[in-house]
């Protein structure tokens, strides 16, 4: 009696994977409709915008990776928001296998509010973003 299954497909000259496209549903921000689909880096701009604008853990119909910790940050000291929002924002995007990083990360600190602009940096090539903060 055989333990394991058996079968014809034959493996070892090794797997090939190839990547998906990374198809998404187009959302219009003027019309607030779906239009079509996207693809590519407007795909990723996409996904990296949604990815800024929903609290990590607190929807459920995202998953419990998706999204970005806010929470704990307003009202704290300059400059530990900058630090932590640097640290937050890699590990908000880096989720994504079509972010590879971010770099060029600054931030400045006007009156009431911490604003940081930084380039995500993907396999379809650069996106700038920005991000603000209120400090009260």
Do not use: C, H
């Amino acid at each position: 009696m055989a333990v394991l299954p058996t079968s014809s497909i034959n493996i070892t000259g090794g797997v090939n994977f190839q990547n998906q496209p990374s198809l998404s549903w187009y959302i219009n921000k003027d019309t607030n409709r779906i239009e079509g689909t996207v693809d590519g880096q407007a795909a990723v701009r996409q996904a990296v915008e949604i990815i800024l604008n929903v609290e990590r853990f607190r929807w459920q119909i995202y998953r419990p990776y998706s999204g970005m910790e806010w929470d704990g940050l307003i009202g704290q000291d300059p400059g530990y928001v900058g630090a932590e929002l640097q640290r937050r924002v890699i590990d908000a995007l880096t989720v994504d296998d079509r972010v590879t990083g971010i770099s060029d990360y600054d931030y400045t600190v006007d009156g009431s509010s911490l604003s940081a602009v930084f380039t995500v940096n993907t396999v379809y090539g650069s996106i700038a973003e920005s991000v603000e903060v209120p400090l009260q």
